[in-house]
């Protein structure tokens, strides 16, 4: 699976759109982008996920460049809640790699 | 729809004891993959099976660690003779079918295993 590059760490404002890169330029065609967080050590949470085209559901949205090398995951109205682990993630396969992912810190 | 269930959440072992982790995957999901998490580090993969199947345990340790999932019952993740370096959480995730890229794995809240 392609290797992903996301921040360590971005703080949010409490009711604020939280804009998280995630960098995938080795990504192939049939490679798709998933999206987890982890809540202070709860298990990982589902987010999104997308292969081309922008998506959106009740948690999220995720736009994926025209290229494909990068995308970003949008929490529209970010709440304390929304603390966490965000781990972006490039699989063709069953096994989920999770590196270092970006630490979001939602503050009031 | 219930989730991904784990039991115990919470367990203690002493040194040279053995561990079972138990996993119930979400209704109707045929597939389940086992994870762990050691200290301040991502998840890494263990083992996926399917009923009755182990399909790929490549990120399982060779020796004390095996895992089951019987036609009925629970996936066990078993930890034989445990030492310190295996305290850690173990998360359990299932999904309704393997698919290259679309089969989404849904997780369970853990187990994490403490070794004395």
């Known amino acids: 699976d392609a290797k992903t590059t996301q921040p360590t760490s971005m703080d949010c404002a409490e009711g604020r759109a939280a804009n998280l890169p995630c960098n995938h330029s080795?990504?192939?065609?049939?490679?798709?982008v998933y999206w987890y967080r982890q809540i202070h050590s709860q298990g990982p949470q589902y987010i999104i996920h997308g292969l081309k085209n922008n998506e959106t559901n009740e948690m999220a949205s995720l736009i994926i460049t025209e290229d494909r090398k990068s995308s970003t995951l949008i929490l529209p109205h970010a709440t304390l809640r929304d603390t966490a682990v965000y781990y972006c993630i490039v699989r063709n396969d069953y096994k989920l790699s999770f590196g270092a992912g970006t630490t979001v810190t939602v503050r009031a | 729809n219930a989730g991904v269930m784990q039991n115990p959440r919470h367990l203690v072992r002493r040194r040279g004891q053995e561990a079972r982790l138990r996993c119930s995957p979400m209704?109707?999901?045929?597939?389940v993959y086992w994870y762990r998490q050691l200290p301040e580090e991502g998840l890494k993969f263990m083992v996926y099976l399917q009923k009755e199947n182990i399909i790929d345990e490549s990120g399982m340790p060779k020796e004390r660690f095996s895992a089951e999932f019987p036609k009925e019952g629970p996936s066990i993740l078993r930890i034989q003779q445990v030492v310190r370096g295996d305290s850690a959480a173990y998360f359990c995730?299932?999904?309704?079918?393997?698919?290259?890229?679309?089969?989404?794995?849904?997780f369970g809240p853990g187990t994490r295993l403490t070794v004395l």
């Open positions: 080795t990504i192939s065609g049939n490679e798709y």
């Open positions: 209704k109707g999901h045929s597939h």
């Open positions: 995730a299932s999904s309704p079918k393997q698919g290259a890229g679309t089969d989404t794995q849904y």
